[in-house]
C-alpha cells in the first residue's frame, strides 16, 4: 500500500496499463512535454515516447475523433480533456461516433476519456461544471465518477481495460485533497458497483465525487444526535448499481441523494425515480434530492459557495428525513 | 476481375483488365442504386435513400489506388467503394431493406454501413466526422509502424464544418498517411458552392494545412486514379496527407425525396452529356478495350448479381423484436 493522493493515483494506474500493454497511449493538449495542466502525466513522455503520450493540436473533435479511429484498429486511447467543460467540443465524436459504434457494428470500441470535472476551485462557468448527466443519458457509454484515490486507480483500469468507451470523471477538487491508501500494482475496482463507505440503519445517503466527502462530513455531523447515516458511494453512473442502490433504499426506508451537477435531470432523479420504482413499498419518507442550483457555475466563491449543496444543508435534510 | 491488386507507384500503366474492372465497378454501382431507386419507389426501403450518381469515376478510381492492407473511410455517395472493399452486394441490399442480413442487423439504415473487420469505417450522417477517426486510424497504423494507408471521401458541404478542419489539420501536423477525397458536387443539399466557401476553388484549402492539394476532373476515372495512386504512394512514404479534389456534380437530387428544382437545368444538362459512365466507356471501345462480347458478358454478370444479391436480401428475415435492446454494449471478452 502506498499513501498517495487522487491525482497520483489516477497517475499510477495510468501508468501500470501503459507498461502493461503498449496498445494503450494518451492523447491531449498540453500533456507530453509539459505533463498536463494538472500535471497527471508528468514523466510519461520521457518513459513512453511521443507516439504513446501525443501533444496534440488544440482541437476535442480531432483528438476525441482521432481516439476512435485508433481504437476501432486495436489500441486503447486515453484521451485528457483539460477540463471536462471543453468536451462540448467533441460532442458528435462522444455521442454518435463512439457511443453508438458497437450498437451499429459489434466491434469493440475501448477509449477512455478522462474528464476533470467539478467545482470549489475557482474556475466559473466554463471550468468547473458537472456534465455527467448528459453522458448518462447516452446508451453505448459507460460513466464512472470515482471519489476516492483507491478508486480513482481501479476504475481508470478498469475503464481501459473495457471494451466500450467509458467517461470517467475526475473530481479536480480531490486531485490534492489528502493522502489515501491505495493497493499497489495493477488492480481493478469493477465499474457498475457501487460501494456502502459507512454503515448506518436511519437514512440512506447516496452520492458521488466531491460531495461524496460533505455527506461523510454531515453523517458524522448528525452521528452524536443518534441519527445513523449510511452512505453510499455511487462510483459508476452508467451503468448504476441497482441492487445496491435498492438494498440500501430498503434497509433504511429513507433515501437522499445528493450530488454537485445542477438538479433537473440530474442522476438524481434517475436514482430517485429507481427507488420509487422498485423500493417504493419500503419507504418511510419521501426520496429527496439535494443538488447545485439550476445555474451556471458562478465564479465569485460566494455566489459558489450557495450554489453548492454544502455540509450543513445536507445534515439537515438528513435530519428531516430522520424525522419521518 | 476479383480481387482488388495493388496499384503501381510507378509509372506502370493500367492494364486492360484493371480498366475492364474499373468500369465494372463503376457499373456495379449504378445497377445496384437504380435498382435501389426502384425498391425506393415501390416502398420497400424504410426512410430515404441517396445514390452517388455520377460520382462513380471517383469512388472507383480513388479505390483502386488501394492497396489490399489499406483502410477508408467513405461516405454517402460511394457505394463502389464499400463493394470493391469486400463488403458483398446481397448484404447491401439487406442493409437498405433493414434486414438481419444488413450489415447493421437493422440497427441503421442506408448507406450508413460499413464492416471494421474490412478496414471499412461506416459513415455517420454527421458531415467530416469520419475525418478525424481516419486520421485516427492512420495514427494507429503510425505508432504500430505499419506502412498501410488510410483514405477518407467528403462532398463541399463538410469542408465547412469544423470536424473537417480538424481532421485535416491533425493528420497534417502529424504527417499521418491519410488521402483526403473530396467529392465536389458543388451542391450540399440544396446550398451551392459560393454558399459554402468563399475561396476560389475547395483544393486552395490545402496549402493553409501544410500539405498539397491537386484537382482533378471527377468525371474522368482514370485521371481520378492517377492523382490517387500519387496521394497513395507519398502517404505510403511517409509524406503525410494529400487534398484531391474531385470535380464533378449531383446529378440527382441529394436523397431519393429531393426533387432538385433548384438547380439550373443547363447545369444539368451539361453533366449529363458528361456521365462517367459514359465517357469511360467511350473510351475504352475507342482504344479496342472493351469489346463487345466481353461488354455483354459484363452486364450479365452484374445483372445476374443484382438478382442474386436481392434475392438473398428480400430472403433475410427482418430483425428479431426481441432482440431490440442487444448489442449496446461490448463484452469484455469481445475482441
Redesign the interface.
Known sequence: MAQLTYLEAIRDGLQAEMRRDNTV?VIGEDIGVYGGAFGITKGFLEEFGP??VID??L?E???????????????R?VVEMQFGDFVT?AM??VV??AA?F????????PLVIRMPYGGDVKGGPFHSQCMEAWFVHT??L?VVAPAFAEDAKGLLIAAI????PVMYFEHKHLYRYRREEVPDGEFVTPIGRARIVREGTAVSLFSYGWMLHKCLQAAEQVAPEGIATEVVDLRSLLPLDRDAILSSARKTSKALIVHEATRTGGVGAEVAALIAEEAFDALDGPVVRLASEDTPVPHSPVLEAAFQPQVAEIAEAIRRLAAY | MGAIRVASTTNETLTSNDLLEMLYYMRLQRAVEDRGIKLYYQGLIPGAYFTGWGHEAIVVGATYALAPEDLIAPMHRDLAAYIMRGIPVRRVFAQFLDREGGL??G??GNV?M????LGV??F???MA?S?????????????RGETRV?MTFFGDGATST??WH??V??AA?FHLPVVLILENNQYAYTTPLDRQTAANALVDKAPGYGIPGVAVDGNDVWAVFAAAREAVARARRGEGPTLIECRTMRVRGHSEADRYSYVPKALLDEWAARDPIALFERRLRDDGVLAPEADRAMQERIAQEIEEGLAWAEASPEPDPESVAE??????D??
Open positions: 497511449f507516439w504513446r496534440a493540436p482541437a473533435t480531432a483528438n476525441v475523433g482521432a481516439s476512435v479511429g485508433a481504437a476501432v484498429m486495436g489500441m486511447p467540443d458528435t465524436q454518435h461516433m453508438k458497437h450498437w451499429r457494428t459489434r466491434h469493440p470500441l446508451p453505448g459507460k481495460r473495457d471494451p466500450n | 447493421s442487423w440497427r441503421d450508413h460499413g464492416d471494421p473487420r469505417f461506416p455517420i450522417s454527421h466526422a475525418v478525424p477517426v481516419a486520421a485516427g486510424m492512420a495514427l494507429a497504423c503510425r505508432q488510410v469544423g470536424a480538424e481532421g489539420n491533425f501536423v448489442g449496446v454494449y461490448a463484452e469484455p469481445e475482441v
